[in-house]
């Protein structure tokens, strides 16, 4: 007996083609990078500190028992919940595909960073960090998904003025071929209504009596 096959969860990423799934996940990997990079520059150069690509590419940097530990975490969870969360929104724009990228965005700064430091995390603060951002990137980027979902599609002042011309032809044809319906069936001896009518000619007038059945019509 052949089984049946379970159908794919709403929301995977089966749904796009995997080109363009794989054009959005390098482009909003970028976005993370660059919003990272400039960050941590910023906040390296007005610490006094120098800036090393460490911070971004490593997991050493983010500590808890650190004040620059804390502060690299805050950043990164500030690049991923907000600049890769706008991302999302505007190049993917669909709610239910905000988890998968997420958590896809985490997954390959985790092989980015076991492949330039060689070596998994041992800071847990590193991996409560990628929690808190993951999470972050959810909530921010599934709120500016639905609220792009839920505004009204306008489609242009032109167009709706075509429509409500139309409509208003239509309206008026409708008005116009109702009351030729009613004058051609008077014109035609029919008279809704009423007992009396006009012949096509227009030459007197004749009235409707009823038909005799039966008995009446066979004595006549």
């Known amino acids: 007996m052949a089984r049946r096959r379970r159908p794919r969860r709403s929301g995977a990423l089966g749904e796009l083609p995997p080109l363009k799934i794989l054009?959005?996940?390098?482009?909003?990997?970028?976005?993370?990078?660059?919003?990272?990079?400039?960050?941590?520059?910023?906040?390296?150069?007005?610490?006094?500190?120098?800036?090393?690509?460490?911070l971004v590419f490593g997991w050493?940097?983010?500590?808890?028992?650190?004040?620059?530990?804390?502060?690299?975490a805050f950043v990164f969870v500030l690049a991923a919940g907000l600049f890769s969360a706008a991302?999302?929104?505007?190049?993917?724009?669909?709610s239910k595909l905000v988890l998968d990228f997420a958590a896809s965005l985490h997954v390959i700064h985790l092989a980015v960073v076991f492949f330039v430091t060689h070596s998994l995390p041992a800071n847990l603060a590193w991996w409560a960090t990628m929690g808190v951002s993951t999470g972050a990137a959810v909530l921010v980027g599934t709120w500016g998904c639905r609220h792009r979902e839920l505004q009204p599609i306008s489609f242009g002042g032109a167009a709706a003025?075509?429509?409500?011309?139309?409509?208003?032809?239509?309206?008026?044809?409708?008005?116009?071929?109702?009351?030729?319906?009613?004058?051609?069936?008077?014109e035609q001896g029919f008279s809704r209504g009423r007992g009396r009518g006009r012949g096509?000619?227009?030459?007197?007038?004749?009235?409707?009596?009823?038909?005799?059945?039966?008995?009446?019509?066979?004595?006549?």
């Open 60 to 72: 050493s940097g983010i500590r808890g028992d650190t004040t620059e530990g804390l502060v690299t």
């Open 200 to 220: 096509r000619d227009g030459a007197g007038e004749y009235e409707m009596v009823p038909v005799k059945t039966g008995e009446n019509s066979r004595q006549d």
């Open 23 to 54: 054009s959005q996940i390098a482009l909003i990997q970028a976005i993370l990078y660059v919003s990272l990079t400039a960050l941590m520059f910023f906040t390296e150069r007005i610490s006094g500190r120098p800036f090393s690509f460490n």
């Open 87 to 94: 991302a999302i929104v505007i190049f993917v724009g669909r």
């Open 161 to 186: 003025a075509a429509n409500n011309t139309n409509n208003t032809n239509n309206s008026g044809s409708g008005a116009a071929a109702g009351a030729a319906g009613v004058d051609g069936d008077e």
